[in-house]
């Protein structure tokens, strides 16, 4: 199927798709909005640390991976849920991974923030 818009409007459009998954998100998961505020705090925290822009980059990054992985955990559970609220052992299969993507993220960002703050203290 071939996309009506090209140029510079698909590019335009695009930015709207984003900016409506953005608010669906924001409005319909708290998870994602905890995760934003913890991740905006911590943002907030590290700028005012004496750090290398290595470092911030290394820590922003580890941020941004939990927002990331927020996001495709809350796609695939929309997924499922389109799908049907019955229970099913390969939909709880799924919705645990995903679970689990975000759990490897704080892990990579704890891992990430105590080697690069641990010197500090």
Do not use: W
Not at 19 to 35: H, I, K, P, W
Not at 50 to 64: E, Q, T, V
Not at 69 to 86: H, S, V, W
Request: aromatic fraction near 18%; hydrophobic fraction near 60%; charged fraction near 15%.
């Amino acid at each position: 199927m071939k996309s009506e818009y090209t140029g510079i409007k698909r590019i335009l459009k695009a930015f709207q798709y984003s900016f409506d998954g953005f608010v669906a998100v924001f409005l319909s998961e708290a998870a994602f909005r905890q995760d934003l505020l913890f991740c905006t705090l911590c943002g907030f925290v590290f700028c005012l640390l004496p750090l290398s822009g290595m470092a911030l980059a290394f820590l922003f990054f580890s941020l941004f991976l939990i927002l990331f992985m927020e996001l495709i955990n809350t796609a695939i559970e929309t997924i499922i849920d389109r799908i049907g609220e019955e229970f099913h052992p390969l939909s709880k299969k799924a919705k645990d991974i995903g679970s689990l993507l975000v759990l490897m993220a704080f892990i990579h960002f704890f891992v990430v923030a105590a080697i690069i703050l641990f010197p500090l203290f």
